[in-house]
């Protein structure tokens, strides 16, 4: 569990739904960092929130069976806390 | 299945309630009126108010539809061939060199409709009636995927034998279909309109775009052509895109078949169900717009007869001012057309096109051409490398790329970065990485030799040196046996 992530999440939540609660905590903790959200249907990762980002390659990363995170400048969070990062998103969008 | 279950089902499809949500004050956005005011008023337009919507056309703005009466009534051919110009550029600013290339697929021509223009109509007795099994379409998918397809568009007549679960088992079958290192990455589909939750069904199986052609905006036309069936109802036609967007179908493609009315009203038809789109959704407005032209089809006089049909200067002219109305838009222009006449008109602004077509259901596999049971006889029968190669001889890269829809570039994402001009950023490193696999795995010599050349030329002008640098290095890796990589 990624401690202050999670922390942030909940703290958004309050006034938020659940993706831009998510998408606003982690642009805080990893500025400079761009994200779009998808819901996946089969291979279809349909646009549900964030930036469009439309120059910039991407990485995405399947959440669950049912959201998709896409992200630009992935490379400012660092290798070893991504896993974590996932894992508390996962824990988020349950 | 019985004449009687037929009737019965054919009863139940059109839900009056998913019509109604989207009229205004009991009218639906095809104002004819305003477009008849638009026509009238724009006559002889000053070639300074011409140039001035040209010049909002190139930044990349929608048009009213006073601008796009203007740019029809436009009767200075000096003018229009810098309108043809302007569409070019317009394409090269948002899509640049690039050719999205598909295959339509055929999959039933069962139909419960009596469209007077349509080889599969219900009570045409000279077509022959096919509708193929989950093998045969394996088949079929199969025969496209080793000439190198990876994007379909599938057709289905509209009937209960092909209803939604049927159209959602043939997507999965096509999805899972597999040969070698080829593969149907993208799936799109041109069927029935269909209510809310029935689409629900599709998008849950991963559809790409979902295609409903108005065929005609004109009302008392469209009342005359089609005189029965479901399709009778205009309005469960019109708003069958505005379904497809609530049921979470982000990617839609809407058309006219040109030579059924007046091609100046159509062209508004197409601009005005544009702007309704964008205005009820968030500015996504169709992904693709298309622009059949009425073909000869078995035992079908009309198709011969009809006093609207449109000459190829013409069909240049409308193809035109859609690109100038929406110009972030995609547009598809297919095998209908003659070799000569797509290779003229590409060069206005089209981004699409379909190549290796052969549209009689299960065709592919037996290579052959089935005119009886086809919809409509194609005029291009060129084999998709052929295409290729001669698209390259005119300087586009074909592309295969299916990265958009499975990256959530989709909707309200897309149509973002369509309109500010910077999708060919992506769609164009992704149309080289498509292009490169087609030429290793599928091009004949001829076509490398024509071709290849477009790899270097495309990657060094791509204008983003760290882009260029992964794309170089992702072409490494494909040559040394990787696929699918996309940014």
Request: glycine content about 6%; proline content about 4%.
């Amino acid at each position: 569990m990624h401690q202050p992530l999670f922390k942030k999440v909940s703290l958004y939540q309050e006034h938020n739904e659940i993706l831009p609660a998510c998408h606003q905590a982690l642009q805080d903790i990893y500025p400079g960092i761009k994200v779009r959200w998808a819901r996946i249907y089969g291979r279809r990762w349909a646009f549900q929130y964030g930036d469009s980002f439309g120059d910039l390659p991407a990485v995405k990363y399947k959440i669950n069976e049912q959201m998709g995170l896409i992200i630009s400048n992935q490379e400012l969070i660092p290798d070893q806390e991504l896993p974590l990062v996932l894992d508390t998103l996962r824990k988020c969008l349950l | 299945m019985s004449n009687q279950a037929v009737l019965e089902w054919m009863e139940r499809v059109v839900k009056p309630e998913q019509i109604e949500k989207y009229l205004e004050q009991g009218k639906d956005f095809v104002d004819e009126e305003l477009i008849r005011q638009s026509l009238n008023t724009a006559i002889n337009p000053e070639k300074s108010l011409l140039r001035d919507i040209m010049s909002k056309s190139l930044d990349l703005q929608r048009l009213d539809p006073d601008e796009t009466a203007a740019l029809l009534n436009c009767t200075d051919e000096e003018i229009w061939e810098e309108m043809y110009q302007t569409g070019y550029q317009i394409k090269e600013k948002v899509y640049g060199r690039r050719i999205v290339t598909f295959a339509p697929l055929y999959v039933s021509n069962h139909c419960v409709n009596s469209c007077v223009y349509c080889g599969f109509r219900k009570d045409n007795t000279e077509t022959m009636r096919k509708q193929l099994s989950l093998e045969e379409l394996g088949k079929e998918v199969e025969s496209l995927v080793q000439k190198g397809h990876k994007r379909l568009i599938m057709v289905y007549g509209e009937h209960p034998d092909s209803d939604v679960h049927y159209i959602a088992d043939t997507l999965t079958k096509a999805y899972q279909t597999k040969v070698g290192h080829g593969e149907i990455r993208r799936v799109n589909v041109n069927a029935a309109p269909m209510s809310i939750e029935d689409l629900e069904i599709l998008r849950d199986i991963g559809i790409g775009t979902f295609q409903v052609f108005q065929e005609t905006y004109h009302h008392d036309t469209y009342r005359r052509l089609h005189p029965r069936g479901i399709k009778a109802n205009y309005l469960w036609r019109l708003y069958a895109l505005h379904r497809a967007m609530d049921a979470g179908v982000d990617d839609v493609g809407i058309g006219a078949l040109f030579g059924l009315y007046d091609w100046k009203f159509e062209v508004m038809g197409l601009l005005l169900h544009t702007i309704d789109l964008e205005k009820r959704f968030n500015g996504v407005g169709p992904h693709t717009i298309s622009f059949p032209r009425i073909e000869p089809a078995l035992n079908t006089p009309f198709t011969r007869h009809s006093p609207y049909l449109v000459d190829d200067a013409t069909f240049k002219k409308l193809v035109t001012v859609i690109r100038l109305s929406v110009p972030y838009t995609g547009m598809i222009l297919t095998a209908r057309e003659r070799p000569e006449v797509r290779n003229e008109v590409i060069k206005t602004g089209c981004t699409q096109i379909d190549a290796g077509s052969n549209i009689g259901v299960g065709s592919y596999q037996e290579e052959t051409m089935n005119y009886d049971r086809q919809q409509f006889i194609l005029g291009d029968n060129r084999s998709l490398d052929e295409a290729i190669r001669d698209m390259a001889k005119m300087g586009f890269i074909t592309s295969f790329c299916t990265a958009d829809y499975r990256c959530g570039r989709t909707g309200e994402c897309f149509m973002g970065i369509a309109k500010s001009g910077k999708i060919h950023n992506l769609c164009m490193p992704n149309a080289i990485l498509t292009f490169k696999e087609y030429l290793l795995d599928y091009a004949s010599e001829a076509t490398k030799d024509a071709a290849s050349y477009l790899i270097n030329q495309e990657l060094a002008a791509l204008p983003n040196p760290a882009i260029q640098d992964k794309v170089k290095g992702m072409l490494v890796r494909i040559e040394a046996g990787e696929r699918d990589l996309f940014l």
